[in-house]
């Protein structure tokens, strides 16, 4: 399903930018280069971006400016990443977080 | 460490206003930083038109006046550093930045600054219910950066509490953008906002729940049901009221308060303010801080919106140069008064006037300004 909203009444139609490819948790995923990774993942539907580390609970988009960290995901190897302040760039490798991120998100 | 005549932290319309009017009057090394990756603050998710009188570009929609800010602030020579967060405020003006490389790394910068101003703007409140920290449940501010900014829906069908105006603003925008929204909640027996934008909402046919509250969010990994339920005269939930509403998306809307990080790392006295949000640096009419040499301006001082942000950053701006000497005291007070003049049509009429009272109380708290 997509997410993105290609017709705006005020603001348009959506400008073309350059496509790239990333992984997210092994599958490619098209991204518009230097998007908010959060919302090349919202653009497929997916809000799941961590798991929590004692209750292991799924955590998403919550304030969607950096200030929260409850996006943060694994980007390149790096855990704690907030994704929502994140820009996609080509071959960027990304994964679900769980915990803090230790053994590479895999689980803790 | 570098020096500079101007540090502000903050690249939203207070924080730009300031480098702009300071970098009009002649200040030469006037940065601006932002946590952000673009400068502009919140400006550029305001696509409504804005209220007001002509003199505050009424009718302007905020994308609009943060494009305006960003050219006049290249104009002047004012520079900007993104992706570079303000995290440490040390005596005799040093500022430590966070600075964002082009390499995607970042690198410590201590900055000795003749002027600060803090220009850091708000935060959303949240409000925490049964299941709140379930994905789909986010900000309204969250959910209007998605679909105004980043072009992307957060979900389809939303639940939006909060009637404030950006309850109801984003609500209308959700809709733009292709969102379901299945009912607006607000805990008080009266709608927040505007009229005019609940109308929009009502004109819709989106159903406004009055006195009533969520409950309770349900869902495996993400929402999928809202709780609600009517609210008695003492704001609890009355049994047997229960409604369950579909969503895949919950927006919270509960105002906003100053952030106040640095504000509070480096002792600037406060004052609690409930009408603003919260606990607010005291200042005097030039947004000089207790912290002599350090102003505050925006949000930062107080909740409002974008154009008394924009005015407040002006005044520090003005005052600054003045202060470095780039502006003789007439000039300044001239430029002062006109500035004092805008910020008091805009606080005035039955939304603006509890914001006068409440910014004259900030004002009379400063030592100074209570003589």
């Known amino acids: ?108 | 460490m570098i020096s500079k005549e101007i540090v502000i932290a903050g690249a939203g319309p207070a924080g730009l206003a300031a480098a702009i009017e300071a970098a009009k009057a002649g200040a030469k090394e006037v940065l601006v930083v932002d946590l952000n990756l673009k400068p502009g603050g919140q400006l550029f998710k305001q696509i409504h038109k804005f209220f007001g009188s002509s003199a505050h570009r009424s009718g302007t929609r905020g994308i609009d006046i943060g494009n305006q800010l960003l050219t006049e602030a290249k104009e002047y020579g004012v520079e900007i550093w993104v992706n570079s967060a303000a995290v440490g405020l040390f005596h005799d003006r040093i500022i430590s930045i966070e600075k964002g490389l082009d390499s995607g790394e970042k690198e410590l910068v201590n900055i000795q600054a003749q002027k600060i101003i803090l220009a850091t703007g708000a935060s959303e409140n949240v409000v925490r219910f049964k299941g709140w920290t379930l994905p789909g449940i986010m900000g309204a501010g969250a959910a209007q950066t998605m679909i105004n900014v980043n072009r992307v829906k957060p979900g389809n069908k939303v639940v939006m509490l909060g009637s404030g105006n950006v309850g109801l603003i984003v609500s209308y925008q959700l809709m733009q953008a292709g969102c379901d929204v299945v009912a607006l909640i607000e805990a008080a027996p009266k709608i927040g906002g505007y009229g005019v934008h609940a109308a929009k909402i009502r004109r819709a046919g989106v159903p406004i729940y009055t006195s009533h509250t969520i409950i309770e969010a349900k869902g495996t990994e993400r929402v999928s049901e809202v709780v609600i339920a009517e609210l008695d005269r003492s704001w609890n939930p009355i049994p047997g009221t229960e409604k369950v509403l579909e969503a895949d998306v919950v927006t919270l809307a509960a105002g906003l308060k100053p952030i106040s990080d640095l504000v509070r790392l480096h002792d600037l006295k406060c004052v609690y303010n409930a009408a603003f949000g919260g606990w607010v640096p005291k200042h005097d009419r030039n947004m000089e801080s207790t912290q002599p040499g350090i102003y505050v301006v925006g949000d930062t001082t107080g909740v409002e919106e974008a154009n008394t942000a924009l005015e407040e950053g002006r005044l520090a701006g003005v005052a600054a140069a003045e202060r470095l000497g780039y502006l003789t005291q007439t000039d300044a007070s001239a430029l002062k008064d006109d500035i004092w003049e805008r910020l008091d049509g805009l606080r005035m009429g039955p939304f603006g006037e509890k914001r006068m009272v409440a910014k004259n109380q900030i004002l009379a708290a400063f030592p100074e300004c209570a003589k």
């Open chain 1, 1 to 108: 399903m997509c997410m993105r909203i290609t017709e705006h009444v005020i603001l348009g139609q959506e400008e073309t930018a350059k496509l790239v490819e990333i992984t997210v948790d092994g599958k490619p995923l098209m991204a518009k280069e230097g998007e908010p990774i959060l919302a090349a993942l919202l653009a497929e539907n997916m809000i799941i971006n961590r798991y929590t580390v004692k209750r292991k609970e799924a955590r998403g988009l919550f304030c969607g400016i950096g200030q929260c960290t409850d996006c943060a995901m694994i980007v390149n190897g790096k855990p704690n990443v907030r994704t929502c302040i994140t820009p996609v760039e080509q071959g960027m490798v990304i994964k679900t977080q769980y915990g803090v991120g230790e053994g590479d998100g895999e689980d803790d």
